[in-house]
């Protein structure tokens, strides 16, 4: 097993691309640069995303407008999906942009880039849209960064055309006043106080530990007479996973299950004030990132460099240290395989108790402990 420590540390900026040959962004003031529409389709200036992610921009002093894109329009019928282009069309019309960056794959966020007229527009060189269209809808193509380095600086990779004096790579995460409010009126009702948050929850279920493991760490916790708060999301699924993690709580009075309850800005304000979070490949994780919150994550077969916490105190429990694990492309999001499920219960409290001990070197960006249990292939179902 290779338990992995890190520490907030800086980064390099991205290294600079050429643009493409029929024009050069120098051109491009960036004293004038005044409206800016940024483009990421992904389940999580203006901001074009996917329906139902938009309340992570919420409180975002940076970003004026939020867009959405409503997925379930491809299963409605044709009138229905041309109204509700035509409404998000006449809606960024009104924006007169001068640079739109595209950080997507998809044609309709390169059509938007082209027929919008902004000024300037930036895209990656994805290799399957290598061909003359995806380049006539953007003014420069950066090629798509190597994929051990994290997420953060591919995505900043797109703004060397624009030769930036200065690449910000630390993440932020805002909130309301509001949610504020809602996360003290829940803090009182619960005496909350110091607490570890737990998140055992995902959108894919490949990506979660067992239901035991997780009872076992809180009963770990409440053991020490910790208090334990529970999220995760509104799906039945994760509703069920919940419900079996609660049953094997041996002092469920010390455990509080908000799971459900809260909404994305205000699951942010109690990670910011949570002693410790521990969870998985998640959004919760990379909320805990941002906000610096010392966490223990569980890992199974994600891109580690590409979606390990950004620049956060965290002690990374990867199960590819257990056996062996498909490349991330490869996997099936629906696998009924939980490949977590090898990493041990007494590893996850160790590393548990060494972050709330404060027994991590803060000077320490990794420590190796090498189980010697061979490499076995990893093939695990539930019961």
Known sequence: MTTHHYTACSQSAPT???PQPWGSPCALRRETVQRILVIKLRHFGDVL?????????????????????????????LKAQYRGE??????????????VINLSDQWRAALYCRFLKPAFSLGFR???????????CH???VDVADASQHTVLNNLSILAPLALPT????????????????VDRLSRRHHLAEFVLIQPTARWAFKTWTVEGFSAVINHLTAQGRTVVLTGGRSSDEAAMISAIMAGCLSPQRVVNLAGRLDLPELAVLIDRARLFIGVDSVPMHMAAALNTPSVVLFGPSNRAQWAPWQ????????GDYCSLPPPDTVDTDTPERYLAVIPVSDVIRA????????????????HHQRHHGNLPCSVTPQ
């Open 126 to 136: 994805y290799p399957k849209r290598n061909n003359r269209l995806w380049r006539t």
């Open 312 to 319: 956060a105190p965290h002690t990374l429990l990867w199960a």
């Open 352 to 367: 548990v108790s060494q972050q709330l001990t404060g027994s991590v070197s803060s000077t320490v960006k990794s420590a």
């Open 49 to 77: 995303v996917y329906n139902g992610t938009e309340a992570m921009l919420a409180g975002n002093r940076d970003v004026y407008l939020a867009y959405t894109v409503d997925r379930n329009l491809k299963h409605q019928r």
């Open 86 to 99: 035509r409404a998000l069309w006449n809606s960024l019309s009104t924006g007169h942009y001068d640079l």
């Open 139 to 141: 003014s420069f193509l």
């Open 167 to 182: 690449i910000i790579t630390t993440v932020t995460q805002a909130w309301r006043q509001r949610d504020v409010d809602e």
């Open 16 to 18: 600079a691309v050429s």
